[in-house]
């Protein structure tokens, strides 16, 4: 103790080394550190005399650059986007997946993805297809979804022309070898079980509440391979598929951050006049179904009280999904019900807080603010080119599922009713926030422009998007939800259902004006 109150009073009686320093050098308010001691009495705050003035970049929120698309003689479609930069991300997005396979085993796109950048005519594996990449500082992925396919490079921009080789060779010239196959059914069966034992049920209830919603057609059909299905797929069955919807007039070369003349002379290098390996038979058996919506219920009885052990297991839940057909994403209504799911919005319970983060949003103030017990409301919305899906995720303990269900229907049902003019402006405010902020990433704009030109043959910019979003009104809300509440419901559930209620009785209830269950008595309980 005494050696510190000598320590202290040394250092307030400026003794030791700082009172040296400081009588040698003057008090620290004074002293100079400028080296050149042109302007010492300047301010930081200030300009400094004789320096020209700084011209600094503007953002008016505009892209100055359209999308240019140029349409080949085969019917492909080139588009691109110019984005400064070293890195470009260049892919083909084609008019294929699961929506197409009603004449075909399910799950031969499940397959395609999986097999994707396997060995081709020009590279005899995998590896030397990554170790090309490589030296252009390139990576490669394939995803499928109900209605696209997508394959795609992000490589240095020099390497354009062997990116885009590289990609023409993967999709028209695949080897699809016998053990190519095989290993593929062993990532499909890892998958699908992988799939039934992750703790987040997302997306399992994603897949039961479109095969509800459109009951064996189109995107309600499976969009991953069943179990039984694994070993029947083989190379013959895979070149049908990819005859048919593998052609030039179904597919879009996109690139970002690349030139479109150079583009255009690549896609017509590669893509033009090539034999695919299938051979150059005409398509015969296009799938042109029109998505119909038939709405329904899927249950899945599950024991979920062993799906994550430990020292602090995950809680026994029943998951339940509740949808209602929407509008296709070509339709005007498309934007008002994307405001309006982001005005539900919601999340789980232990979702972090804080403004933006959706904590103002309808699921989240009347749902999860209000019901301790439920432990996720989340909305989602779900949009195609000729139908659409808004759908509530709601989790909760087995035995508070008719409760869980009634105050779902019950916000269904107040969708049409007042609309507060700030949660509006808030919704649409967060909605163009999420827009432009994903429209960051080189890879997520050119995805949207690859769909957004292989299902319109153009691209709508974001600044034209944001211009939508702030012209809709409370009562296009109120019209959208009306509209959309006269249809059947399509339910998901998913876990312990002893307590779920019956279809007839949710779709009663959101047919009702307060959205409640009928009441029901039990004589035993």
């Known amino acids: 103790m005494a050696a510190m109150v000598l320590a202290a009073t040394r250092l307030l009686r400026g003794s030791g080394s700082w009172g040296r320093s400081r009588l040698r050098f003057g008090d620290p308010a004074y002293r100079r550190f400028s080296s050149g001691g042109a302007y010492p009495n300047i301010p930081l705050s200030s300009p400094l005399p004789g320096v020209p003035k700084p011209v600094f970049a503007t953002v008016d929120g505009q892209e100055k650059f359209e999308t240019k698309v140029t349409t080949l003689d085969n019917g492909l479609r080139v588009a691109s986007q110019n984005k400064f930069g070293q890195f470009c991300t260049v892919g083909i997005l084609i008019n294929s997946g699961s929506r197409y396979e009603a004449k075909y085993l399910s799950g031969i796109a499940h397959f395609l993805e999986k097999l994707a950048f396997s060995s081709t005519d020009r590279f005899d594996s995998k590896d030397e297809i990554l170790l090309t990449l490589e030296k252009h500082g390139g990576i490669c992925d394939c995803q499928t979804s109900r209605d696209t396919t997508m394959y795609a490079v992000s490589a240095d921009s020099k390497g354009l022309d062997t990116v885009v080789g590289l990609l023409a060779d993967v999709v028209l010239h695949p080897r699809l070898t016998d053990e190519e196959i095989e290993m593929t059914r062993m990532a499909v069966q890892f998958e699908l079980e992988d799939l039934n034992m992750r703790p987040d049920p997302e997306p399992l209830l994603t897949e039961m509440i479109h095969e509800a919603a459109y009951r064996e057609n189109t995107v309600g059909l499976h969009r991953f391979c069943p179990v039984e299905n694994i070993g029947k797929i083989d190379r013959d069955m895979l070149h049908s598929y990819l005859r048919n919807y593998y052609t030039p007039d179904r597919m879009v070369l996109a690139g970002v951050g690349v030139g479109h003349t150079q583009l255009v002379e690549c896609a017509r290098k590669y893509l033009l006049g090539t034999r695919p390996a299938w051979g150059t038979g005409a398509a015969v058996h296009v799938d042109r179904s029109v998505a119909q919506y038939t709405g329904g219920i899927v249950k899945l009885e599950r024991d979920m009280s062993n799906v994550s052990l430990g020292p602090t297991p995950f809680p026994e839940l029943t998951h ?206």
């Not at 649409?428 to 704009?445: D, F, H």
């Not at 019209?479 to 876990?495: T, W």
Request: glycine share 8%; aromatic share 8%.
């Open 320 to 525: 339940i999904m509740i949808g209602l057909e929407s509008c296709s994403f070509l339709e005007g209504d498309f934007i008002p019900f994307a405001v309006l799911n982001m005005m539900m919005g919601g999340g789980g319970s232990f979702s972090a807080g804080g403004p933006g983060k959706g904590m103002f949003t309808r699921l989240y103030l009347n749902v999860l603010n209000r019901h301790h017990w439920m432990y996720n409301a989340t909305s989602y919305h779900h949009s195609y080119e000729d139908t659409g899906l808004l759908c509530i995720h709601a989790s909760a303990d087995p035995r508070q599922v008719r409760e869980m269900v009634e105050i779902i229907t019950r916000e269904f049902v107040l969708m049409a009713g007042t609309v507060d003019v700030v949660e509006l402006e808030r919704a649409k405010t967060q909605l163009m926030s999420m827009l432009m902020m994903n429209l960051e990433a080189r890879p997520v704009i050119f995805e949207d422009v690859g769909r957004q030109v292989l299902a319109t043959r153009s691209r709508k910019l974001p600044h034209e998007l944001c211009a939508l979003i702030r012209d809709v009104k409370p009562e296009d809300i109120k019209r959208v939800a009306s509209k959309m509440l006269r249809g059947k419901p399509a339910v998901a559930a998913l876990g312990d259902l002893s307590e779920l209620p019956a279809y007839e009785h949710v779709q009663t209830a959101l047919a009702s004006r307060d959205g409640r269950l009928p009441r029901t008595y039990r004589l035993f309980r």
